[in-house]
């Protein structure tokens, strides 16, 4: 799994590629955390490329819309893959995230929700 970060519209974008499983989730779930610590509050998840979303990843990111909702922020998911769609529909997420098409539907929701 490769994770990268980028600031766009004031908002940081993080763009995750390849498996997010067992192995990898604690990885995105610390690049989420820094995010956080650093004092981001508005996260949109560019997964398109994500090949896979396990359990163990879909709790990682659960874990920061739940620690940024308190603080006025929240995680949106920008162009999900087939693969995460149909995970997070099933495990029944899919209205814990506003979920968009376009990085920029991502950034405009958040934007509207300072």
């Keep these: 799994m490769e994770i990268t ?6 908002i940081q974008v993080i763009r995750i590629v390849g498996r997010v499983d067992a192995i990898t989730a604690p990885q995105l779930d610390e690049a989420l955390k820094a995010q956080i610590a650093a004092g981001h509050t508005r996260l949109t998840l560019e997964m398109d490329a ?3 979303l396990s359990s163990a990843g879909a709790r990682a990111l659960i874990s ?3 620690a940024l909702k308190p603080k006025g922020g929240g995680v949106s998911i920008a162009q999900p893959s087939k693969a995460v ?3 997070l529909r099933l495990a029944g997420f899919e209205s814990l ?7 920029d539907g991502g950034t405009t929701w958040i934007e509207g929700n300072k």
Excluded: G, L
């Excluded at 970060?5 to 004031?10: F, H, P, Q």
């Excluded at 995230?97 to 990085?103: D, M, P």
């Design 5 to 10: 970060v980028r600031d766009y519209k004031r």
């Design 50 to 52: 994500t090949s896979f």
């Design 64 to 66: 920061a819309q739940k």
């Design 85 to 87: 769609s149909e995970v």
């Design 97 to 103: 995230f506003s979920i968009y098409k376009t990085t």
